[in-house]
């Protein structure tokens, strides 16, 4: 059974217009080099991991205030008995986002078609060229099943979403513009700033965010593109 390692019981932020409670799972693919959770990347032995039962107790107590409950990581989707967890979280009766960064499009076809997901939330890392891409990743990447699971989200009856951390450094504001370009037709596409505060590399400490205010802009030109 995957090990929970963090609970939040409620966040305005995760799950856009709701109110839910957050699941953290270990683990991931890719090694973003402004990730800041990446304590669960790499060491998540350092946490402990919380029972299942303890946190399903904690949920049914919520019932009354969440609207669901959002899967997040480290990359949720490595893990196999993944829909195992969402069944046992959906027989209380709750809505589950899964935030995703797009590399099994088979993990995200099988709970679309199960109809076990009611949002998803994918991290689109910059533009879809494999130099670029793996950039941000800070592994070299397949682009395969990154536009496989575009695919499928742009096709699929569930609520989702598109989301693209912008790095002064690694994302130049026409490579957000292009990005948005090459996922036109799709819902919704959400640009978040970068934090400095802790992340993977040490070096991208210095780097300064983008103005949120023109980040804001961008934001709205290429929401208009999709
Ligand atoms: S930012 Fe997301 S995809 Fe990138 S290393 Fe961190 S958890 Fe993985």
Redo the contacts with the bound molecule.
């Keep these: 059974m995957i090990e929970i390692k963090g609970f939040l019981e409620t966040s305005f932020l995760d799950w856009p217009g709701k109110l839910c409670s957050v699941l953290f799972l270990p683990h991931?693919?890719?090694?973003?080099p402004?990730?800041h959770?990446?304590a669960?990347?790499f060491h998540p032995e350092g946490y402990s991991t919380i029972p299942l039962e303890d946190i399903l107790d904690r949920l049914r107590s919520l019932k009354n205030w969440i609207d669901g409950v959002c899967l997040t990581?480290?990359?949720p989707t490595l893990h196999a008995d993944l829909p195992f967890l969402i069944r046992k979280i959906k027989r209380h009766g709750f809505l589950i986002k899964l935030d995703t960064?797009g590399s099994n499009p088979q993990m995200l076809e099988k709970l679309i078609k199960t109809r076990e997901i009611d949002s998803i939330s994918m991290?689109v890392?910059a533009p879809l060229d494999p130099f670029r891409y793996s950039r941000s990743?800070?592994l070299p990447v397949n682009l395969n099943p990154i536009l496989e699971s575009i695919k499928i989200l742009k096709e699929a009856e569930v609520e989702y979403e598109f989301r693209m951390?912008v790095v002064p450094g690694l994302h130049r504001e026409e490579d957000i513009k292009n990005l948005g370009e090459q996922l036109r037709v799709g819902r919704r596409f959400i640009l978040q700033n970068f934090n400095p505060e802790n992340p993977?590399d040490p070096s991208f400490k210095s780097i300064v965010p983008y103005d949120p205010k023109v980040l804001k802009e961008i934001e709205k030109e290429v929401q208009e593109m999709i």
């Design positions: 991931c693919n890719f090694r973003c402004y990730c959770n990446h669960l990347v990581g480290g990359e960064n991290d890392k990743t800070g951390t993977m």
